[in-house]
């Protein structure tokens, strides 16, 4: 079986397309891989909130932190839950709205050009194994269609503005497991 559905759907992944993407711009390589983290309410995991809000379907009535981000519209190419499962919303040749106002290296608008993942979780605990296993397949799949040449965090990408995957996250793995990556300083990633 091939790993890629066309459009850039990973066949693995359950797909739950999202109305929160775009075109990429001709001829920009996807070449960046952002890695965030989310849990709806902040520090809750298990529900289908986080597939409601980048369908655009979150009902803000349902808990009072969800009236605050009702009406923002974005997306992620890929949401990592808890237990390793691979969600899909947006086909990796389509931009989708992740970063916000970014910059990698001192290209701007981060969007363009990368595949942003989203790890269900938060700045204060720790990832499960199951969603580092999924991450590392996730990796090695978008390595082997696309020209990826950095994986960053969100932090990175958007600083001041942006904390996540947070302290927790182990950038120590992705050093020893993608050496090949340009990655944030060892001081940064920490």
């Not at 974005?74 to 992740?98: K, L």
């Not at 990408?157 to 927790?168: F, I, L």
Request: negative net charge.
């Amino acid at each position: 079986m091939k790993p890629w559905l066309p459009g850039g759907w990973l066949a693995e992944a359950r797909h739950q397309p999202s109305p929160n993407e775009e075109e990429r711009p001709a001829g920009v390589p996807v070449d960046l891989v952002v890695i965030h983290n989310i849990s709806l309410p902040p520090g809750q995991f298990g529900g289908d909130w986080v597939e409601a809000f980048f369908a655009n379907r979150l009902d803000p009535l349902a808990h009072p932190y969800f009236a605050t981000i009702a009406g923002m519209r974005v997306s992620s190419h890929f949401y990592v839950r808890r237990d390793g499962e691979i969600v899909q919303f947006v086909g990796c040749d389509r931009r989708a709205w992740h970063a916000g106002q970014s910059a990698w290296q001192g290209r701007g608008n981060c969007n363009d050009y990368s595949v942003g993942i989203e790890l269900e979780g938060c700045d204060s605990m720790p990832f499960e194994v199951a969603q580092y296993e999924a991450l590392w397949q996730l990796i090695e799949a978008l390595g082997q269609r696309y020209p990826i040449a950095a994986i960053a965090g969100h932090s990175h990408v958007a600083p001041g503005r942006k904390t996540d995957p947070g302290p927790h996250f182990d950038w120590a793995a992705v050093r020893r497991r993608y050496p090949q990556f340009e990655l944030p300083p060892a001081e940064e990633a920490a």
